[in-house]
């Protein structure tokens, strides 16, 4: 999470819809923005300017921020459901103006990075029509409110674009969610998998060629023309390694111990490179791993449906002994008693 004066316009950035949404939300339920604004690293002229991109990380801690706040857990999720999909801005509107809806799954790929250069999403056509998301320069694992707000809202742009009421075969997130998960269900149309290994949904194939009710030729070629300038406007950064191996393993970490070999394998260099990249950058992929484990323990401490036992099992420890000697290390005390302790600290303030 960003500390104070973090520079919100470090690469990813974005568009900052959801922030402000989120902030919206706070300043309704009589909430002071001081805390996550200082925390997220934001300053109040950021939000308020509608046209100010601000970091993809600044926004992650900024909602989250809000949502603990709030004691709203699903914040992201609800945020989706009934915010007007125009505020998205030009994404929205050279998908809304396709002629079909594969088409504008299609435009949404090719520009994701004019909303949000954090996130890639990707359309493959098969036997069903595939729709996923992956981050690029922002750990996944950090994130569970932008997630969510992603799907529902992709979702929410299909079935409004279609003018129908469009369920997904399937639906999938990559992050923990425990406790009822009918409000999910409700709003997706079928059950939801969470700790999936990939983000996104799968949609019947019948339903690629759906015509779009605000179709417009020449106004979607005008539309692709201001995105890819757009798009070569923005600088072309590189994730960092940490980031790029800490979305590779979180996913693994439940699964079984993530190896050096397959991280290598999936980044497409050789084991001695990227052992040889990690010392040049003074890291080492156990410490990696490590910081990766500590920093998932304390958000799923907090959440108090998730046992001990499972919450060791998430990251990755055979024996929930294993867990509370790494936390002790990490902490200095239990994991029981370190949620103790938070959950009084909470009930105090």
Known sequence: MPASGTTSLSFPTATGALARLAAEQALAAGADLD??????????????????RIGA?????????????????????????????????????VAASSETLVEALRRIERFSGVGNEAVQFSCVSGRALEIGFRYRGVARHSDRHQGEFFLAALLRVCRQLT???????????????????????????????????ADGMVLAKEHEELPLVGADTYLNQMLVRICEETLATRRAES???????????????????????????????????????????????????DEMRR?????????????????????????VSAFTHAFRRWRGETPTDYRARSEANLAGS
């Open 239 to 289: 994730p960092s390694l940490r980031t790029s191996i800490e979305n590779i393993t979180a996913p693994i970490l439940p699964h079984g111990k993530p190896l050096l070999s397959e991280v290598a394998q999936q980044l497409h260099i050789s084991q001695r490179t990227l052992a040889r990249r990690l010392a040049a950058e003074g890291l080492s992929f156990a410490g990696i791993l």
């Open 35 to 52: 805390r996550p604004l200082r925390i997220a690293g934001l300053t109040r002229g950021q939000i308020d300017d509608e046209n100010a």
């Open 163 to 197: 003018g129908q009421n469009l369920t997904p075969v399937r639906a999938l997130l990559s992050h923990v969610r425990s406790g009822d998960r009918k409000q999910y269900t409700a709003f997706f149309g079928c059950e939801i998998a969470f700790q999936a290994e």
């Open 57 to 93: 990380t600044v926004q992650i801690a900024f909602v989250q921020t809000i949502a603990d706040m709030l004691h709203r857990p699903c914040l992201g999720f609800e945020l989706a459901q009934d915010f007007d999909l125009r505020r998205i801005g030009l994404l929205y509107y």
């Open 295 to 319: 920093d998932l323990a304390l958000r799923y401490l907090q959440d108090r449906s998730l046992s001990v036992s499972r919450i060791a099992w998430l990251l990755g420890y055979q024996e």
